[in-house]
């Protein structure tokens, strides 16, 4: 996807030159300052990874330990990578559902605010957003942070037309795009937030090939080092680091500035192309993700941080342990000097039924004693497991798939499971606060890019496709609210659960004792089997019918159908009366929904007297 080539033609090659050198030198000093933290976030991917026996050098650099001695034992019992999946997959189930709060009380506004919430959906849905949100989250874990960088694609969305030139001309759509930490250098390590910056720094490696294609200027290529999320680095031939920093609004620079170096190549210089700050201003495009909190830092901490030191003490503990075992089971041979051939023994030991020939006044080879392996080892064992389930925070029911065995209680259980989302709450939060930060950058941009009408759809109430109009003017608000609750303590498997504890105790059942079609709908969808296609589809067809009447009001008079199933209509049209939307609907729409209620109790009525005189 290309991006929107846009060059500065009355810089001189001369303040082109040095722009670029004075944002290549601000880009090494921060990569010197950022330096203590990027050697840690590579220690920890090397831990993931197993590769647990390095650190980091005085040099700043990640160095392998050596052995002490040939004989040691060097295996990796690795915990920290079951802790970690472990937390990844619950932290995956937090997906935030958001809305759009209305600017005003006022009828335009409140369908304005819903077709924003449409926009953020279908902009999530084009962007595949659980995918960034699980990549983004798996970066925050393992490194503490990660970014979101939301701008927008001049080259995405439908084709609008072609140029004079042929080209093709596109819509354009919002892009969100995960950076890792090792991409982003801020101001200052001690900000406390992405706002807090005055510049931040993005700096990528891009093939020459890319470099032409999108910026359209000529670099020359050199080996680029890229880390990735197991801890080596990469390495690539014919790359170069495009670095483009971003400048808050300031006196001198009112709309910011972006300025955009690959080598020694100006590519671009000019203000923040986003307004995508709060009431219309200029801001950066990064919205970030951290896993913990570290007080006065830009960064955040990561579990992985914590385990590092546990995980080194259980490995030696583990080795320890296994070369005693090894002395036991294969025994210490004590020889006197010159009393047997040595390197006999050295090639094949003393095997069953060998004949040992030793030197005539001489004691013969015999085994040394050796005791059982020390308890402290086994003690010491479980003390630090102990100790990961205590840092952590992730019990071994969750890391281990099993019940301990101590707990038999189903209470007792439920309790264990709560203490270990309670430990992952934070960081849900944070996922949280950054979805409802990204759901305001996508408004913001498509208030500012989109402005011709444009369609779009997604997936609507009982998946049912819808498709709607939008541009620029339907958005006057981006006041975002997270709609869903805790998903960690509220599983769909416990909402069942409570379902079918209510449908049990008969609290759903109508006052004849028996279960509305709409009520069934209703239960089949929340119990996870949305519109069973062999049970109850008509139904929901009949409940899509009477949710599309409702908004059909706005504009005039429906007319129900013989064909209709009128007890649900009625039921579903009597919500929207009583409900908000009618409440602070017009008058007339009031007006036309009941009437149209009105008809649908006549018909209810012919057909039940109809029904009479045939059983008659």
């Known amino acids: 996807m290309k991006k929107e080539k846009i060059r500065n033609k009355s810089c001189g090659a001369e303040f082109a030159e040095e722009m670029a050198g004075e944002v290549r030198a601000d880009f090494e000093r921060r990569a010197q300052e950022r330096m203590p933290f990027e050697l840690n976030w590579r220690l920890?991917?090397?831990?993931?990874?197993?590769?647990?026996?390095?650190?980091?050098?005085?040099?700043?650099?990640?160095?392998?330990?050596?052995?002490?001695?040939?004989?040691?034992?060097?295996?990796?019992?690795?915990?920290?990578?079951?802790?970690?999946?472990?937390?990844?997959?619950?932290?995956?189930r937090v997906r935030p559902e958001v809305a759009v709060?209305?600017?005003?009380?006022?009828?335009?506004?409140?369908?304005?605010?819903?077709?924003?919430?449409?926009?953020?959906?279908?902009a999530a849905d084009c962007n595949d957003l659980p995918k960034k949100?699980?990549?983004?989250?798996l970066w925050s874990e393992a490194c503490g942070t990660s970014f979101y960088k939301i701008v927008w694609d001049g080259g995405g969305g439908r084709r609008a037309g072609a140029a004079k030139d042929g080209r093709a001309i596109f819509e354009g759509d919002a892009k969100i795009s995960v950076c890792p930490p090792f991409e982003i250098f801020p101001d200052s390590a001690a900000a406390a937030s992405v706002d807090d910056c005055r510049s931040i720094i993005h700096a990528k490696a891009y093939s020459v090939e890319e470099i032409k294609e999108i910026w359209g200027a000529d670099v020359k290529g050199r080996e680029i080092k890229v880390f990735a999320a197991g801890g080596a680095g990469e390495s690539r031939e014919g790359h170069e680091i495009v670095i483009e920093r971003y400048e808050r609004p300031s006196q001198k620079f009112p709309d910011g500035r972006l300025v955009t170096v690959a080598g020694d190549t100006l590519l671009h210089a000019g203000p923040l192309p986003f307004a995508n700050g709060k009431n219309g201003k200029r801001g950066f495009p990064f919205v970030r993700q951290i896993s913990q909190h570290l007080t006065g830092s830009f960064w955040g901490g990561s579990v992985v941080d914590k385990i590092i030191p546990v995980q080194r003490a259980y490995n030696a503990v583990k080795n320890r342990k296994h070369e005693f075992l090894n002395r036991?089971?294969?025994?210490?041979?004590?020889v006197e000097d010159g009393s047997v051939d040595i390197g006999n023994l050295l090639d094949e030991g003393l095997s069953p039924g060998k004949v040992v020939v030793y030197r005539q006044g001489s004691r013969p080879p015999k085994m040394m004693e050796t005791s059982h392996v020390p308890l402290d080892f086994t003690y010491e064992e479980e003390r630090l497991l102990n100790e990961f389930v205590m840092i952590s925070g992730t019990s071994e029911l969750s890391r281990n798939s099993a019940t301990p065995t101590n707990v038999t209680s189903g209470v007792a259980l439920q309790l264990l499971i709560e203490q270990?989302?309670?430990?992952?709450?934070?960081?849900?939060?944070?996922?949280?606060?950054?979805?409802?930060?990204?759901s305001k950058h996508l408004l913001r941009l498509y208030k500012q890019f989109a402005l011709t009408p444009r369609i779009a759809r997604i997936a609507g109430k009982n998946s049912a496709l819808e498709m709607f109009y939008f541009c620029s003017a339907d958005i006057n608000s981006d006041d975002v609210v997270l709609t869903t609750e805790n998903e960690m303590s509220n599983t769909p498997a416990q909402k069942r659960s409570m379902l079918f504890d209510l449908l049990h105790n008969g609290i759903l059942y109508g006052g004849d004792g028996r279960l509305s079609d709409a009520s069934k709908v209703k239960i089949l969808e929340m119990a996870?089997?949305?519109?069973?296609?062999?049970?109850?589809?008509?139904?929901?067809?009949?409940?899509?019918?009477?949710?599309?009447?409702?908004?059909?009001?706005?504009?005039?008079?429906?007319?129900?159908?013989?064909?209709?199933?009128?007890?649900?209509?009625?039921?579903?049209?009597?919500?929207?009366?009583?409900?908000?939307?009618?409440?602070?609907?017009?008058?007339?729409?009031?007006?036309?929904?009941m009437r149209h209620i009105g008809l649908h109790k006549e018909l209810l009525a012919e057909n039940y007297k109809l029904q009479i005189t045939n059983y008659k």
Not at 57 to 68: H, L, P, T
Not at 101 to 122: E, H, Q, T, Y
Not at 133 to 137: D, G, L, N, P, R
């Open 44 to 92: 920890n991917l090397n831990f993931l990874a197993g590769n647990q026996f390095c650190s980091v050098a005085g040099r700043g650099e990640i160095e392998q330990d050596e052995k002490y001695f040939c004989w040691q034992e060097r295996e990796v019992y690795n915990h920290v990578a079951p802790i970690f999946e472990s937390r990844l997959a619950k932290l995956n």
């Open 101 to 122: 709060l209305p600017f005003s009380n006022d009828d335009g506004d409140i369908m304005r605010a819903k077709v924003s919430g449409k926009i953020i959906g279908f």
């Open 133 to 137: 949100i699980a990549a983004a989250t």
């Open 328 to 334: 036991v089971s294969a025994g210490v041979l004590t």
């Open 420 to 438: 270990d989302d309670t430990r992952l709450s934070s960081t849900a939060e944070e996922i949280r606060f950054a979805v409802r930060e990204i």
């Open 528 to 593: 996870g089997f949305g519109t069973w296609e062999d049970a109850q589809n008509i139904s929901a067809l009949h409940l899509l019918k009477a949710d599309e009447e409702n908004l059909e009001f706005a504009a005039a008079d429906v007319v129900p159908l013989d064909v209709d199933d009128h007890g649900i209509h009625i039921e579903r049209h009597t919500r929207f009366v009583i409900g908000a939307d009618g409440k602070k609907g017009p008058a007339e729409v009031l007006e036309r929904a």
